[in-house]
C-alpha cells in the first residue's frame, strides 16, 4: 500500500471527527511518512496499523480527550463506549490480556443488563397492578373508604413504576459513562501515554 492510498482509506475511516482533527491525523500521517523516507512505507504502515486500526485509536483518543478537557459533544454515552472499546481493542496488546479483560467485561455487562431488565419488568408488573386500582377506585364510589385506599395505592404504584423506569434510565447512562472512562483508562495505560499528535 503506497502512501496516498494508506491516507484516502485513513481520510474515509475518520469521518464523524471534526475536519480539525481530521486535518491533524492527515498532516500527522504525511509528516511519519515523509521522516521514514520514500522506501520505508511498510514499515510506516506496520508502525501505525492499518488505516481502520489507526482510525479506530485516534476516535477513540478524540473521546477520552473530550471526556478529560469536559467538552462532551452531543454523542451518545452508548456511542462514545463503543468507540472506546473498539479503539482499546485496535491497539497490539497480547491475546491473554484482551480476552480476559473482555470476559470480565462481558461479565459485567451481564450482571447490568440482567438488573436492568429485573427493573423494567418489575416497573412494568407494578403499572400494570397501579391501573386496575384506579379503576376499581371509580367503580365502587360508593364505599368511599375502600375507593380511597384503591386510589391511593394505584397512584402509588404508578408513581413507582415511573420512578423505577427513571433510575433505570439513571443506571444505564451512569453505566455507559463508567464503562467509557474505564476503557479510556485502559486505553491510556495499553498505549504507554503515546499520542498521536503533530510535533
Known amino acids: 500500500m503506497s502512501k496516498q ?11 464523524g471527527l471534526d475536519e480539525k482533527e481530521i486535518e491533524d491525523a492527515i ?4 509528516e511519519y511518512f515523509d521522516d521514514a523516507g520514500e522506501g520505508n512505507e511498510e514499515q510506516v504502515i506496520k508502525d501505525l496499523g492499518t488505516p481502520g486500526k489507526f482510525a479506530a485509536q485516534l476516535k477513540a483518543e478524540s473521546i477520552i480527550r473530550e471526556e478529560e478537557t469536559g467538552t462532551k459533544k452531543k454523542n451518545s454515552a452508548f456511542r462514545n463506549f463503543w468507540i472506546v472499546l473498539i479503539g482499546l481493542c485496535a491497539l497490539p496488546l497480547a491475546f491473554p490480556i484482551l480476552l480476559v479483560v ?3 467485561l462481558f461479565t459485567v455487562f451481564i450482571i447490568a443488563l440482567s438488573l436492568l431488565f429485573a427493573l423494567v419488568v ?9 391501573f386496575p386500582l384506579l379503576v376499581n377506585a371509580f367503580l365502587h364510589l360508593d364505599a368511599p373508604g375502600n375507593a380511597l385506599i384503591a386510589a391511593g395505592g394505584g397512584l402509588f404504584c404508578i408513581g413507582l413504576a415511573f420512578l423505577l423506569g427513571s433510575l433505570s434510565y439513571c443506571l444505564v447512562k451512569k453505566l455507559l459513562e463508567w464503562g467509557t472512562k474505564l476503557f479510556s483508562s485502559i486505553y491510556e495505560k495499553a498505549k504507554g501515554g503515546k499520542k498521536h499528535e503533530k510535533a
Open 5 to 15: 492510498e494508506y491516507i484516502h482509506q485513513l481520510k474515509a475511516k475518520l469521518k
Open 27 to 30: 498532516t500527522y500521517c504525511e
Open 102 to 104: 473482555a470476559i470480565i
Open 122 to 130: 418489575s416497573a412494568f408488573a407494578i403499572i400494570t397492578s397501579g
